[in-house]
Every structure is written in structure tokens, then in C-alpha cells.
T-cell receptor, first 114, second 107 residues
Framework: SAVISQKPSRDICQRGTSLTIQCQVDSQVTMMFWYRQQPGQSLTLIATANQGSEATYESGFVIDKFPISRPNLTFSTLTVSNMSPEDSSIYLC???????????FGSGTRLTVV | AQRVTQPEKLLSVFKGAPVELKCNYSYSGSPELFWYVQYSRQRLQLLLRHISRESIKGFTADLNKGETSFHLKKPFAQEEDSAMYYCALGDTDKLIFGTGTRLQVFP
């Protein structure tokens, strides 16, 4: 199955600052997905990132707050902008890894905003 | 609206006991359903999907369209099954997750 490397694994950030999370896949994939998991809650899709086009955001998420880059078929970044304590969550990258493996997930980035 | 419901936050059983983790869904089309598992300090990983009709680590799940359910079952729980289990619904290239059930298997 695809191997996803996500960086950083965790960070503590000051409110008002921004953090960029990187997701690297060891194979070329068409679609990459960014999820958020708030404390004690389930995973919620933030956006879908296709190479060569603008990311598609889910209801409740906007590009100004969560800009996404997808420069090639193996890499994507998610930026959490102008952070507040409510942004404290685990952010996960995911790819569709074919019929046998389904969606594969990165190990996540645990973000704490103070 | 598409939705996945896992009614139990925590399920505790003793080793060797049967396990059933409940999952109900709401979806207007033909659903594609998954069970994902997250062991302590590990990443989320696919356990099984209804299309495969496989048994993974002794777990099975049958899609019941009449009851809109996709419950996860195992006849004899093992301690190493202790983990967080998420039911998920595939919806046009994305996943909608339930809130998860933590399974604790005591020795």
C-alpha cells in the first residue's frame, strides 16, 4: 500500500500564527484528502486536493483559513491560518490507494494552539 | 443527508467474548461502507470494506440495506483487538466517518 509521510507530527503554536503541514506519498496519486479530528470527535473532511486544480472545500471550510497546495502527484500541503485555540485538532492526510487498500491515512499532525 | 452513526462510545468485553460494534448509515444511493481501526499510537488503517466480503483478523461485517446497518462482529475477542473503531461511508470520493467506538478487551 501507499506510504504517507506527514510532517510535523505535532506542534504547539501561538494564536494568530499559521502552520503548514506537509504530506508526502511514495507513489503518484490523483486525489489527496485533508481531514480534521477535533478532540473527542470524529474525522471531518476539510478539502480534496487534485493536482493542477484548486482544492475543493467542504461546507464550513474556506480557502482563506485552510489554503492547500498540490504542486505534483506525490505532495500536498495544508496551512492552518490565523490560528485560534479552536483549531487545536489532529489533521490527517489521506489518499485513495486502490481497491485492495481503500483510503490510506498519514499518521496525523497534532496541533495545539495556545 | 449522508450520515454514519455509531451509538456506542465505549464497548468493554472480556477476552473470548463475542463482540458487535454497531454502525448505522443514512445514504440515498448505493452505499460503500468501510471499517477503519486505530490501535494505540498507530495510524488509522482499513480493517475491511463491504465490497470485499472478507474476514480480517476474525472480524466480519455484513451490509444490511433493509436496516441500513453495517455492524462489525467477531465471535471471540482478543486483547490485541483493543482499539478505536470507525465506521465510514464512501460518498463520491470522500469518506464520512462515524464518531467511533473504543473497544476494550480485558484479560
Amino acid at each position: 500500500s501507499a506510504v504517507i509521510s506527514q510532517k510535523p507530527s505535532r506542534d504547539i503554536c501561538q494564536r494568530g500564527t499559521s502552520l503548514t503541514i506537509q504530506c508526502q506519498v511514495d507513489s503518484q496519486v490523483t486525489m489527496m484528502f485533508w481531514y480534521r479530528q477535533q478532540p473527542g470527535q470524529s474525522l471531518t473532511l476539510i478539502a480534496t486536493a487534485n493536482q493542477g486544480s484548486e482544492a475543493t472545500y467542504e461546507s464550513g471550510f474556506v480557502i482563506d483559513k485552510f489554503p492547500i497546495s498540490r504542486p505534483n502527484l506525490t505532495f500536498s500541503t495544508l496551512t492552518v491560518s490565523n490560528m485560534s485555540p479552536e483549531d487545536s485538532s489532529i489533521y490527517l492526510c489521506s489518499v485513495w490507494d486502490g481497491f485492495n487498500y481503500g483510503y490510506t491515512f498519514g499518521s496525523g499532525t497534532r496541533l495545539t494552539v495556545v | 443527508a449522508q450520515r454514519v452513526t455509531q451509538p456506542e462510545k465505549l464497548l468493554s468485553v472480556f477476552k473470548g467474548a463475542p463482540v458487535e460494534l454497531k454502525c448505522n448509515y443514512s445514504y440515498s444511493g448505493s452505499p460503500e461502507l468501510f471499517w477503519y481501526v486505530q490501535y494505540s499510537r498507530q495510524r488509522l488503517q482499513l480493517l475491511l470494506r463491504h465490497i470485499s466480503r472478507e474476514s480480517i483478523k476474525g472480524f466480519t461485517a455484513d451490509l444490511n440495506k433493509g436496516e441500513t446497518s453495517f455492524h462489525l462482529k467477531k465471535p471471540f475477542a482478543q486483547e490485541e483487538d483493543s482499539a478505536m473503531y470507525y465506521c465510514a461511508l464512501g460518498d463520491t470520493d470522500k469518506l464520512i466517518f462515524g464518531t467511533g467506538t473504543r473497544l476494550q478487551v480485558f484479560p
